[in-house]
């Protein structure tokens, strides 16, 4: 069965500054669409960036970027030039590609809190 | 803001009472998802559909949950004999079919409490 794991529960940086965090996830299918969403204090859940298995190249939006290590079955998020509008929780989540629209499943979440 | 529009944003039931709440998903998407999110955060999948078929549901054995999506009307998840366990935040996401467009986009939610 498929499972996503983020161990980071809480991450605080200062803000302009560059955060990790990180994500590992379990699957059998040889192809799948990985996910991070960002839900803010309001409880607003954004799409953030995705990256499918297929591609070698990390995926990029604005100041958001992935490293992903697929041998580690890892897909961490990147945040470049923090600001304090980035603090939120954020989720990883994968969709097996045997199975189009299929569901997501999510992590934990990591909060993250950006000081001034 | 969100284009996903759930309703109610916030409902009270006592135990044993049906709970229902509606989703208009974002116009032109055909596929509708589900999700509990508990208050650790933790995304329970429920239901997804395609216009107005099932495409996968977690096994409802308790009965007690039910979901649809007819055509020209809100998609609604009801549950019919609410229990404690059930106060959760519940989302409505909603999105294009496969391919680079995939994504979800999610409602306000629907907090529900059980007392």
């Known amino acids: 069965a498929q499972k996503v794991t983020q161990t980071q529960t809480s991450i605080s940086v200062v803000e302009k500054t560059t955060v990790t965090m990180d994500c590992v996830y379990e699957?059998?299918?040889?192809?799948?669409?990985l996910f991070w969403y960002k839900q803010t204090a309001s409880g607003e859940i954004v799409f953030l960036i995705r990256q499918d298995s297929y591609k070698k190249e990390n995926a990029t939006v604005g100041h958001y970027s992935l490293n992903f290590q697929k041998p580690k079955s890892s897909i961490g998020l990147i945040i470049t030039a923090t600001q304090i509008e980035d603090s939120a929780v954020y989720f990883c989540?994968?969709?097996?590609?045997?199975?189009?629209?299929?569901?997501?499943?999510f992590g934990q979440g990591t909060k993250l809190s950006i000081k001034p | 803001n969100s284009k996903v529009i759930q309703t109610p944003r916030y409902l009270v039931k006592g135990q044993g009472q049906k709970a229902k709440m509606r989703c208009i998903p974002e116009?032109?998407?055909?596929?509708v998802f589900w999700y509990q999110q508990n208050k650790n955060n933790e995304f329970k999948f429920l239901i997804n559909?395609?216009?107005?078929?099932?495409?996968?549901q977690i096994d409802m054995t308790e009965k007690r949950f039910s979901a649809e999506c007819p055509s020209n009307s809100p998609c609604s998840l009801e549950i019919q004999s609410s229990e404690a366990g059930d106060s959760a935040l519940y989302l409505c996401a909603s999105s294009l079919r496969g391919g680079s467009n995939e994504r979800l986009f999610f409602g306000h939610g629907t907090k529900l409490s059980v007392l």
């Open positions: 699957t059998r299918d040889s192809s799948y669409f």
């Open positions: 989540a994968m969709r097996e590609g045997n199975y189009n629209q299929g569901k997501l499943i």
């Open positions: 116009k032109g998407h055909p596929v």
């Open positions: 559909f395609q216009n107005q078929e099932v495409l996968q």
